[in-house]
């Protein structure tokens, strides 16, 4: 990352999300340090609009070409450039204009924008967990050979990523990942096989976009962290464990080789992991809440039940798999995602077309990019047929 510059310009893909907008809000209170340059929406074009006006990036991005002449016309009077389209997003990635990429698309949409990203060597601060999950092997033996920085803003990352500063030459003996447990923690399936939308959308301690409340609903979020983390920090899937925490208050944890345990801790709260990966390695005071040990002061840990929540066991195999398998998984839980949120599938049948789709899909070992972005489509359609969407 370059001091040239006064303040960092961040390039916000998938700006009007619930990460996307947080960060705008970090950025807001941080006029000095931080600038919006470039920002991009698949079709939300009015938030798009009004962030563009109020932040004046230099570059606006709709992923939904029928809303470009909307956009456009909205911004004919301010000095931004405005583009449409899917390609228009991985040109843009490939720009130099910018200092560090905030990766907040949702889902597989987000994998080639960040790859343009890391091949032109700007810094990434990752959201977007399926990239990893997808090919988070080519993902990072790029950013390795072109000495790119990728800053987690998960926040279970997040937290692992800072007990590790200053812990270079240390061996890592395991890490644990925390979960929430999300809305159905001690629910059983004869309970689960009736759930709606709106009940699996009510998650108690993160307001997050729909996907990721629904797979967290499900455990499977649990799940593509874990092979998010093995990217990330070069684990063998037996150094990661996850420790259902209701409380949310330790975001993640490392244990090293002589036994110590390292934690960060503070109240649930994107900004903060958000905030981090933008200044990163600075940090930048603010008047969050701070956590309060007289008022919360039980902390408590279980094992995920995984008989219940059987995607995090399908995530584990997975990780333990490795090759094309979580690819074919994400894809195939994005459609059953989808499929839920339109009330066409219920919660349990999620796990059905995941489990289906994985059995089915011929299983790579060591896949080019193309072979996963071929294992995507195949998954894709699988899924779908299997919904008769
Ligand atoms: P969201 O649904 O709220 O926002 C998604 C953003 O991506 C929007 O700006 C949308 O316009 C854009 N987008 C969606 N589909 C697109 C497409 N096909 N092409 C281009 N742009 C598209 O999602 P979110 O909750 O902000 O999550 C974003 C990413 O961050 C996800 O990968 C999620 O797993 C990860 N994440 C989110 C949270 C959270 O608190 N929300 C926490 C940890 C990780
Ligand atoms: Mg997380």
């Known amino acids: 990352m370059t001091n040239e510059y006064p303040t960092r310009r961040i390039a916000i893909f998938g700006s009007t999300g619930s990460i996307g907008t947080q960060a705008l809000e970090v950025i807001a209170s941080n006029p000095a340090i931080f600038s919006a340059e470039v920002l991009t929406a698949y079709n939300n074009e009015d938030l798009l609009i009004e962030q563009a006006l109020r932040f004046n990036p230099n570059i606006v991005v709709i992923g939904d070409e029928k809303k470009y002449p909307k956009v456009k016309d909205a911004l004919a009077n301010a000095d931004i450039k405005v583009f449409a389209g899917e ?17 907040a698309i949702v889902g597989y949409a987000g994998l080639r924008p960040t790859l343009k990203a890391i091949g032109i060597g700007k810094p990434v601060a990752l959201a977007n967990k399926e990239t990893l999950v997808v090919a988070g092997d080519i993902i990072m033996r790029k950013a390795v050979e072109n000495r790119v920085p990728v800053i987690p803003v998960d926040s279970e990352h997040s937290a692992i990523f800072q007990c590790l500063v200053g812990e270079t030459r240390n061996r890592i003996e395991k890490v644990v990942l925390t979960a929430s447990g999300g809305p159905f923690l001690g629910r059983k399936p004869n309970y689960l096989v009736n759930v709606k939308r709106e009940h699996a959308l009510q998650h108690p301690n993160w307001n997050m976009g729909a996907k990721i409340t629904i797979d967290s609903a499900t455990l499977m979020n649990k799940g593509l962290e874990m092979i998010e983390a093995k990217w990330l920090f070069n684990l063998k899937p037996e150094q990661i464990q996850v420790v259902i925490h ?40 603010n008047n969050f809440p701070r956590y309060d040990f007289k008022k919360v002061n039980t902390l408590t840990f279980e094992e995920p039940d995984l008989r219940t929540f059987r995607n995090l066991g399908l995530a584990m195999t997975a990780l333990n798999k490795g090759g094309n398998l979580p690819a074919v998984m994400n894809a195939a839980n994005e459609i059953a995602v989808y499929a839920f949120l339109r009330n066409r599938v219920n919660f349990l049948d999620m796990t059905e077309v995941i489990e289906k789709t994985m059995q089915k899909v011929n299983f790579i070992e060591s896949p080019t990019l193309d072979e996963y972005f071929e294992s995507d489509g195949v998954a894709r359609n699988y899924a779908a047929d299997l919904i008769k969407l």
């Open 87 to 103: 390609k228009a997003l991985e040109e843009v990635a490939s720009m130099d204009c910018y200092d560090l990429m905030l990766a």
């Open 246 to 285: 209701p409380q949310s208050i330790i975001h993640s944890m490392v244990q090293f080789e002589d036994g110590s345990i390292k934690a960060q801790m503070g109240l649930p709260d994107m900004k903060l992991p958000i905030q981090y990966a933008l200044a990163f390695p600075k940090r930048v005071a």
